[in-house]
C-alpha cells in the first residue's frame, strides 16, 4: 500500500499560481501511476492530470490544457501540480491518486481505476 498526503492549497487570486505536492509513503512510489483530481462542490469527482511511472504518457483535462503541469520526482516520493492562471471554475478540493497498473507506461485517467488517494487540499479562486 501507500499513503499519499497533499498540500500546497489555499486562496488566490484570479490569475495566480499554486503549486501542489503529494508525499507519499508505503510502498515504492516509482511503480505506481499518478494522478490529480478535483471535486467542487455538487460536482462529480474529475480527473485533472496523470502521469505513469516514470513520468511520461502524461494527460491533461482539456479545461487545465496550458496552464496546469504535472511531474513528479520519485527521488523523492512526490507528485508536484503547477497551476497557472488560475481561474475561478478551479475553485475545488484537489486530491492526489495512485494506481497499481501492470506496465510502466500506462496511465489510467478515471477515477475508478485509481486505488489510494490522499485526504484532499482545498484550492479557491477568487475573482
Known amino acids: 500500500q501507500v499513503q499519499l498526503v497533499e498540500s500546497g492549497g489555499g486562496l488566490v487570486q484570479a490569475g495566480g499560481s499554486l503549486r501542489l505536492s503529494c508525499a507519499a509513503s508505503?510502498?515504492?512510489?516509482?511503480?505506481?501511476?499518478m494522478g490529480w483530481f478535483r471535486q467542487a462542490p455538487g460536482k462529480e469527482r474529475e480527473s485533472v492530470a496523470a502521469n505513469n511511472w516514470i513520468g511520461g504518457n502524461i494527460y491533461y483535462a482539456d479545461s487545465v490544457k496550458g496552464r496546469f503541469t504535472i511531474s513528479r520526482d520519485n527521488a523523492k516520493n512526490t507528485l508536484y501540480l503547477q497551476m497557472n492562471s488560475l481561474k475561478p471554475e478551479d475553485t475545488a478540493v484537489y486530491y492526489c491518486?495512485?494506481?497499481?497498473?501492470?506496465?510502466?507506461?500506462?496511465?489510467?485517467?478515471?477515477?475508478?481505476?485509481?486505488?489510494?488517494w490522499g485526504q484532499g487540499t482545498q484550492v479557491t479562486v477568487s475573482s
Open positions: 508505503g510502498r515504492t512510489f516509482s511503480v505506481y501511476a
Open positions: 491518486a495512485a494506481a497499481e497498473t501492470s506496465n510502466y507506461y500506462d496511465t489510467p485517467m478515471s477515477v475508478e481505476e485509481y486505488d489510494y
